[in-house]
């Protein structure tokens, strides 16, 4: 089960973070709307919902449940907790599994979890944990794809994007609909999704009859805005490693013309360019069939962490949270805007405290009657969830 | 044994309801049936039902491919075999109206009721029956015509929805590349349904269908899909409905049947005749080597190794033994040479003479009971120190992987027989390792430990005939 994220020898929280925590929760984490998210607008959905605590001390707290928010504010005060996960809603209240009873998990909303360490055979600019502005578009890539398959081929809308605090990004997916979902029919759809085959396999993406034109094509016009660019900056060809490896990919048989032509330039772009050229001189005789497509594929082709989406009671980090190590806070972001999104402006703990007080302490603290988050850069994120809950519940209540 | 006596039927004759009741060769089974049926033809068609699921599931653990012609056939010859002729003429695709056809629904439709009562108390039972349930109704499904089909639809009031010309043209492309198995013309020339995805999430899985919105683009022949997933769903429901109901049912002639029906063998009675050949008790062991299936070797070694069997150990192994041929003396002596290692001669005697002589039909009711068949000892009850047990359904992972490379398997066969296990089929395990460890494999699944000990035994006699001759 979700399990505290990295065990690296990392210092533990900084007095400044154990000090700005419980303020964080109690003045600035949109908890109420979270509340309402998270029990659909219903008290007793929420109090069966399972809720788990992360503490300073590493003690993970599995199966909570809350009877009402002030409960599970008050609990949230009292332990600090450093990360709050969320599960699904089982048909009984999950705190009754201390008392040795069985749990059937009815409901969650549909997640997806991408990392980018599981890009670290591709990006060359950072590796496991790492990640700056430049892997960033191989995740732009995946939020564009998964949004593009969850609306054009699920019909579903009630979409929210987050940053996952550190190396990734979590997709919630919260109609009806979806949450209702059983384990299977999440494998399944993880399956109509995923088109890399796993293992040490050197070529993981080939299409067939089976993996219709119009899910890659639909990818590959989403990849291309982003390819060249990740082409450069990654140097994904710029060197002799890179370069061999990605022959590797090419069949045997028509292989040495492409390493011919490839190898008698040296930067990537240029490499690319070399590829294209032999590609189309070669299609006339050869069946390339896609593998130019394959290969843009497997570069660049969103790789799920499938566990995170398969099973119902799998926990995911509550979007709001602060990662423990970067401090960042998770928060959540328009899949449009996604190009926009920039690593360095996450806002973290010590900074929307400091914002807090600054504002606090000015003479003038005209418009009256802010909420506290307001004064903050949590702002438009914020505003953003509420966007998401308040649509949410406008639909529950017009289409059930 | 009159294997004959049991298929002979009362006739019983068709009323005028019946024609209307039974109509289609497809059911999705709505209504109880409600007449009178003698007790002889309530236990005939749950046997029928019970031996046409096993011949369905047998027939993919055969290794013929799901849905496959040759599947399909292998299905047909064993239902003929089996003198399931009725069930075969559901699969004519005629959708015939004469006495004959109305017969055949009937039984199909009462036999499943039957086989819901006796299948509906335990969630593995319940999972095996669904799971046969739906692919009968596939293997129906897919033997009918197109206009068979549509009358299907329009009499249990499934409203699909065909798509418009106009939105066929539309999606004319997506179409064609999203369905597999049809060509530009094909899709044109025939109608597509418009479902929900979530009916034929299968063919999601797959990549096997076009999306759109929230809905699935299907031709007629995969709308089986979908309402195999509606008849999924409330067959499911029903059948946890009546196992909550069960109890009310208390008829002691019917119960007995329904609580034993999973376990009821549908071959090979393998009880002792005398024609047999005497086998040789000093032989026993090299034959727990050579032509034991693992669960018999199982208790020989741990026999030999302990002196000593508990209660269900010594009935399971004590009937292989009777019926692969030990005579009565050579029967009792082989027990009390072992057992008697560990206590005297009047403690056996005391202690255990009186049993074996009662499992050989010697005292008692003296019945000459039939040895265990593979469902019943993979459904028996194994505790602790218990030696009886299915080894590829109760031993541990490791254990069995060890012992069936340490009974000769070689390592591709023990992967492929651990994949087996793993997907919960033991038969078929046992099997594949009568085949990894003999010349050539057997000529059927293995059902029996008889047929186990039998199938081997022959391959040795036609080598010595070939040898001789």
Known sequence: MASACCSDNEPAFTEEYLKNIVPYYTKLMPLPKLYEWFGYGNPEIFAKREISFTLSNDVYIRYQSFDSFEEFFNEIKKKAPVKIDIGAIYKTKPKIKALGFELTATRKDLVFDIDISDYDDVRTCCNGAGICNKCWKFMAIATKIISAVLKEDFNYEHILWVFSGRRGIHCWVADRHARELTNEVRSAMTEYFNLLKDGNKTKKVVLTGRIHKKIYERAIKIIDEYFMDILEEQDLLGTDLRLRKFLDMIDKGVRKQFQKSMTAVKCSVERWEAFEQTFTELQESDDLKTLKEEIKLQYTYPRLDVHVTRSLDHLLKTPFCVHPKTEKICIPFEAEKVDDFDLEKVPTLSKVIEELKTYDEREDTLPLGLNDYQKTSLTQHIELLERFVNNLEKDDKMKY | ?469
Not at chain 2, 13 to 30: F, G, I, K, Q
Not at chain 2, 69 to 81: R, T, V
Not at chain 2, 100 to 126: G, K, M, N, T
Not at chain 2, 332 to 343: D, L
Request: proline content about 3%; charged content about 25%.
């Open chain 2, 1 to 469: 044994m009159d294997t004959n006596a049991r298929r002979r039927r009362v006739h019983t004759t068709v009323e005028d309801t019946e024609a209307t009741l039974y109509n289609h060769d497809l059911s999705l089974y709505p209504k109880f049936p409600c007449s009178e049926i003698p007790l002889s033809e309530f236990e005939e068609l749950a046997i029928d039902r019970v031996q046409l699921f096993r011949i369905i599931e047998q027939a993919s653990l055969k290794g013929h491919k799901y849905f496959s012609d040759e599947w399909k056939k292998c299905i047909k010859d064993d239902m003929m075999k089996n003198n399931l002729k009725k069930f075969v003429r559901l699969l004519s695709g005629f959708n015939g109206q004469t006495e004959l056809d109305i017969q055949a629904r009937r039984a199909d439709h009462i036999s499943h009721f039957i086989l819901r009562i006796a299948y509906c108390r335990s969630e593995e039972l319940r999972k095996w029956f669904l799971a046969r349930e739906l692919e009968w109704f596939k293997i129906k499904f897919v033997s009918n015509s197109t206009p068979s089909i549509l009358k299907f639809l329009q009499l249990n009031e499934l409203n699909y929805q065909t798509i418009s010309n106009e939105e066929k043209e539309d999606l004319k492309e997506s179409l064609i590349v999203c369905t597999p198995g049809m060509n530009d013309v094909q899709v044109m020339m025939s109608e597509f349904y418009k479902v929900p995805f979530l009916d034929v999430w299968t063919l999601v899985q797959k990549r096997r269908v076009f999306l759109k919105e929230g809905y699935a683009y299907i031709p007629i022949n995969d709308l089986v899909v979908s309402i195999q997933s509606t008849f999924r769903t409330t067959l499911s429901s029903k059948l946890v409905l009546m196992n909550r109901n069960l109890p009310n049912l208390d008829d002691e002639r019917l119960s007995n049947l329904l609580c034993n029906l999973h376990q009821a063998y549908t071959g090979n009675e393998y009880t002792v005749s005398n024609d047999k050949d005497a086998i040789n008790p000093a032989d026993i062991d090299e034959y727990s080597k050579k032509h034991y299936p693992l669960c018999m070797r199982n208790l020989h070694e741990t026999l030999r190794a302990n002196h000593h069997l508990k209660h269900y150990g010594r009935l399971i192994y004590g009937l292989f033994l009777k019926a692969i041929g030990l005579k009565y003396e050579q029967f009792i002596e082989f027990w009390r040479s072992e057992f008697t290692k560990t206590m005297d001669t009047d403690a056996f005697n005391k202690n255990h003479l009186y049993n074996f002589n009662h499992q050989f039909g010697k005292v008692g009711k003296r019945v000459n009971y039939s040895p265990y068949s593979c469902m019943k000892i993979i459904m028996s009850n194994v505790g602790a120190g218990d030696a009886h047990c299915c080894p590829f359904r109760h031993f541990d992972v490791g254990r069995l992987r060890a012992k069936i490379s340490e009974c000769g398997a070689p390592s591709e066969g023990v992967s492929e027989i651990m994949q087996l296990v793993n997907n919960g089929h033991y038969q078929i395990a046992c099997t594949k390792y009568f085949q990894y460890t003999h010349p050539q494999p057997s000529s059927n699944t293995i059902n029996h430990p008889n047929q186990y000990f039998e199938e081997s035994m022959n391959l040795v006699k036609d080598k010595t005939e070939k040898i001789v001759s």
